[in-house]
């Protein structure tokens, strides 16, 4: 029996067993009244068969994993031969603050470090400028110079830990100082090995921590690029993200396809500058949400990792299965966490941080149950970190590569989501482009347009959140909440203080004018700051510097 007659069988056996199966059962006990689909709006069947499946070639949409087009994974063992890296992200108060809550998270079996910085630090200010006053340390740490940087890294060997940091508009600064504290700890640039997110794009997007227009700061990612390349060669340049996206209320979908356009647009944004793709497209990584809708999500990120590698291969022309790879690291969602019933919480990170585990995550951090009250407690984020370890020692899920893979409902989603997020590129395409498309205001609106969507399903009870519009109580919140000590501010701003009294002024001046007059020109910027930062010069006094030269970004408001 060939292929055709062994579907045609099927199908006639899925025909009789609706008729005489299905149907007499529906009549005695009908399923339940709700919309069966995902965030997409992708509809859920009720029985997924090798009919979902009949046009996939094994080889072609599957293959192997650690080989193209990687859907199962990009590497060929997966966890058999090393875990994701287990990153919790942190930061508040000032550097010494922070430092005492990464040393007791790597004593607890943390493998990564993933750093949160304060408003301030991402938009470019000093502690002691009139626009960060009340915001000094409150969402994350504070860092106004190498000192900082040098107190938040003390005692952490960054030849053995590798770090994330959350940062877009100011990232080539922040990556500047660690470049010199680990010049400081005698760490050679080629032993240094971490992510700066630098995503500028779906600041524009999402997510609002932008200082400069458009070029300036594609010009700052492309030199980051360009540096990482040449001296960083186990550093990730960017991680493109939609987790913000996702968190602005995007759907599943919406999230692939306006990630990976924002991907897109940076490699041709670094090929206009004569770089070689395949000498810098490795160093592309990727950052997603983690969401509640467990088969979506390894779904999606299975379907990203498709295209990805689709897109560099044949609309990039690049040539080394490492510029083809799509790594990633998740996020369980924090938009999801409910102040209500806020042990429920633990449960939702669970399940998010499982199907990021299924989806083949690269590293993964899990939200505490106490974010939706306020930045985590010690306990509350050690829970998160147990989370994780155990899903990684206790579940067996690690065991196997893509353990999920060959699901007749996972592989038609994966399809399903790829087909819809492959449309979306065409249409940005169409428009010219991924600024083209957010300098229309398109992609800001399907967002706007898919949260509103969310938020009215949610009032109107078709989408239930436990605790929150269905089995609710009116039992009080009682679990301790983490608040940032306001004398922290007066703290930092005094030992600011301290920074632009001791150091050598004339030489920060001369940095300061060095990287004044690069700016102006093409050179790239990032041997400049470095020397500026080495010089104590601070982000508030570099952004200024940068901002006379470049401007500031206005936001079109979309309606």
Same mark, same amino acid.
């Given at each position: 029996m060939?292929e055709?007659?062994r579907l045609?069988? &099927?199908?006639?056996?899925?025909?009789?067993?609706?008729?005489?199966?299905?149907?007499?059962?529906l009549?005695?006990?009908?399923?339940?009244?709700?919309?069966?689909?995902?965030?997409s709006?992708i509809?859920v069947?009720r029985l997924?068969?090798?009919?979902d499946?009949?046009?996939?070639?094994?080889?072609? /949409?599957l293959?192997?994993?650690?080989?193209?087009?990687f859907?199962?994974?990009?590497?060929?063992?997966?966890?058999r031969?090393r875990?994701?890296?287990?990153?919790? *992200?942190?930061?508040?108060?000032?550097?010494?603050?922070?430092?005492?809550?990464?040393? *007791?998270?790597?004593?607890?079996g943390?493998t990564?470090?993933?750093?949160a910085?304060?408003?301030p630090?991402?938009?470019g200010?000093?502690?002691?400028?009139?626009m960060?006053?009340?915001?000094?340390?409150?969402?994350?740490?504070?860092?106004?110079?190498?000192?900082?940087?040098?107190?938040?890294?003390?005692?952490?060997?960054?030849?053995?830990v590798?770090t994330s940091?959350?940062i877009?508009?100011?990232?080539? $600064?922040?990556l500047?100082?660690?470049?010199a504290?680990?010049e400081?700890?005698g760490?050679?640039?080629?032993? $240094?090995?971490?992510?700066?997110?630098?995503d500028?794009?779906?600041?524009y997007?999402a997510?609002?921590?932008?200082?400069?227009?458009?070029?300036?700061?594609?010009?700052?990612?492309?030199?980051t690029?360009?540096?990482c390349?040449?001296?960083l060669?186990?550093?990730?340049a960017?991680?493109?993200?939609g987790?913000?996206?996702?968190?602005?209320?995007?759907?599943?979908?919406q999230e692939?396809?306006?990630?990976?356009?924002?991907?897109?647009? *940076?490699?041709?944004a670094a090929?206009?500058?004569?770089?070689?793709?395949?000498?810098?497209?490795?160093?592309?990584?990727?950052?997603?949400?983690?969401?509640?809708? &467990?088969?979506?999500?390894?779904?999606?990120?299975?379907?990203?990792r /498709?295209l990805w590698?689709?897109?560099?291969?044949?609309?990039?022309?690049a040539?080394?299965p490492?510029?083809?790879?799509?790594?990633?690291?998740?996020?369980?969602?924090?938009v999801? &966490?409910?102040?209500?019933?806020?042990?429920?919480?633990?449960? /939702?990170?669970?399940?998010q941080?499982l199907?990021?585990?299924?989806?083949?995550?690269?590293?993964?951090?899990?939200?505490?149950?106490?974010?939706a009250?306020?930045?985590?407690?010690?306990?509350?984020?050690?829970?998160?970190?147990?989370?994780?370890?155990?899903?990684?020692?206790?579940?067996?899920?690690?065991?196997?590569?893509?353990?999920?893979?060959?699901?007749?409902?996972?592989?038609?989603?994966?399809?399903?989501?790829?087909?819809?997020?492959s449309?979306?590129?065409e249409?940005?395409?169409?428009?010219?482009?991924?600024?083209?498309? $957010?300098?229309?205001?398109f992609?800001q609106r399907?967002i706007?347009e898919?949260?509103?969507?969310?938020?009215?399903?949610?009032?109107?009870r078709?989408?239930?959140?436990?605790?929150?519009?269905?089995?609710?109580t009116?039992?009080?919140?009682? $679990?301790?909440v983490?608040?940032?000590d306001?004398?922290?501010?007066?703290?930092?701003?005094?030992k600011?203080?301290?920074?632009?009294?001791?150091?050598?002024?004339?030489?920060?001046?001369?940095t300061?004018?060095?990287?004044?007059?690069?700016? /102006?020109?093409?050179e790239n910027?990032?041997?400049l700051?470095?020397?500026?930062v080495?010089?104590?010069?601070?982000?508030g006094e570099?952004?200024?510097? &940068?901002?006379n030269?470049?401007g500031?970004?206005?936001?079109?408001?979309?309606i």
């Amino acid at each position: 029996m060939d292929e055709a007659e062994r579907l045609e069988q &099927l199908k006639g056996e899925f025909d009789a067993w609706q008729v005489e199966t299905l149907q007499p059962t529906l009549k005695r006990a009908p399923e339940r009244k709700r919309e069966f689909q995902t965030s997409s709006d992708i509809e859920v069947k009720r029985l997924y068969t090798p009919l979902d499946l009949s046009d996939n070639d094994y080889s072609d /949409r599957l293959g192997f994993p650690g080989r193209y087009p990687f859907t199962r994974g990009v590497q060929p063992t997966m966890y058999r031969g090393r875990l994701w890296t287990m990153r919790q *992200y942190a930061g508040f108060g000032t550097a010494e603050d922070t430092n005492r809550r990464f040393h *007791y998270l790597l004593q607890q079996g943390q493998t990564g470090l993933s750093v949160a910085f304060d408003l301030p630090t991402q938009i470019g200010y000093d502690s002691d400028d009139p626009m960060a006053a009340g915001e000094v340390g409150k969402v994350g740490v504070a860092i106004d110079s190498l000192t900082d940087m040098e107190a938040l890294l003390r005692g952490i060997p960054l030849d053995r830990v590798s770090t994330s940091m959350t940062i877009n508009a100011t990232a080539s $600064i922040l990556l500047a100082m660690y470049v010199a504290v680990a010049e400081q700890q005698g760490v050679t640039p080629d032993k $240094i090995s971490g992510t700066v997110q630098n995503d500028i794009l779906k600041e524009y997007i999402a997510r609002g921590t932008y200082i400069f227009p458009p070029g300036p700061s594609m010009r700052l990612i492309t030199d980051t690029f360009a540096y990482c390349a040449a001296q960083l060669p186990r550093w990730n340049a960017i991680s493109v993200s939609g987790y913000h996206i996702r968190e602005a209320g995007s759907t599943a979908v919406q999230e692939v396809a306006f990630t990976l356009a924002d991907g897109i647009a *940076y490699v041709e944004a670094a090929i206009a500058t004569g770089l070689d793709v395949d000498r810098f497209a490795s160093q592309l990584s990727f950052f997603f949400n983690a969401q509640n809708n &467990l088969l979506e999500e390894v779904a999606k990120y299975r379907a990203a990792r /498709r295209l990805w590698a689709t897109i560099m291969r044949e609309r990039f022309k690049a040539g080394d299965p490492r510029s083809w790879m799509l790594r990633f690291h998740a996020q369980t969602s924090g938009v999801s &966490l409910t102040a209500q019933q806020p042990e429920n919480n633990a449960v /939702r990170v669970a399940l998010q941080a499982l199907a990021a585990v299924l989806g083949g995550a690269q590293s993964l951090h899990t939200n505490s149950r106490d974010e939706a009250l306020g930045l985590p407690t010690e306990e509350a984020v050690r829970l998160a970190l147990r989370t994780q370890q155990i899903i990684a020692y206790e579940s067996g899920v690690a065991d196997t590569v893509d353990p999920l893979g060959g699901s007749y409902c996972l592989e038609a989603l994966t399809d399903r989501i790829e087909r819809e997020a492959s449309a979306y590129l065409e249409k940005i395409d169409a428009m010219g482009g991924t600024l083209r498309a $957010i300098e229309a205001g398109f992609i800001q609106r399907e967002i706007q347009e898919a949260a509103y969507r969310e938020q009215r399903a949610t009032e109107e009870r078709r989408r239930i959140v436990v605790g929150l519009n269905e089995f609710a109580t009116a039992d009080p919140v009682t $679990i301790p909440v983490f608040a940032v000590d306001p004398r922290l501010e007066v703290e930092q701003r005094a030992k600011l203080n301290r920074v632009r009294g001791s150091r050598d002024q004339h030489r920060a001046d001369k940095t300061l004018e060095a990287l004044g007059r690069a700016a /102006r020109g093409k050179e790239n910027l990032l041997p400049l700051l470095i020397e500026a930062v080495k010089a104590y010069a601070t982000i508030g006094e570099i952004c200024s510097v &940068l901002r006379n030269i470049f401007g500031e970004h206005r936001e079109t408001v979309t309606i």
